[in-house]
Nanobody, 127 residues
């Protein structure tokens, strides 16, 4: 199995930045596609970003494209989400996830194609 632990969340003002980290342990990290999802109260879980096994291919949700960037460091077993120009509507619990599937357009965005999930980290953006 893969265990995932998120960190780096907090409270920031609109327009500010945060970098989330997700540390993994267990089976070989580089064998998994990695993604970030978020969820606010009363809303469905939303796709944020995903990165391929190699780190060369990325996908972003429309709401964050151009503001957020995902990256991975396989030797450190860590995936990051750099969040810039934060808006109050970005407020949510952010989850990282790992998938055994390849990084197709559909699988990257489909939460049911992910096999392992972290516990989440809270991001709050004030106006």
């Amino acid at each position: 199995q893969v265990q995932l632990v998120e960190s780096g969340g907090g409270l920031v003002q609109a327009g500010g930045s945060l970098r989330l980290s997700c540390a993994a342990s267990g089976r070989t990290f580089s064998n998994y596609m990695l993604g970030w999802f978020r969820q606010s109260p009363g809303k469905a879980r939303e796709f944020v970003a995903a990165v391929s096994r190699s780190g060369l291919a990325t996908n972003y949700g429309d709401a964050v494209k151009g503001r957020f960037a995902i990256s991975r460091d396989n030797p450190k077993n860590t995936v990051y989400l750099q969040m810039n120009s934060l808006k109050p509507e970005d407020t949510a619990v952010y989850y990282c996830a790992a998938s055994k599937r390849g990084s197709t357009w559909y699988s990257a965005r489909n939460e049911y194609d992910y096999d392992y999930w972290g516990q989440g980290t809270q991001v709050s953006v004030s106006s």
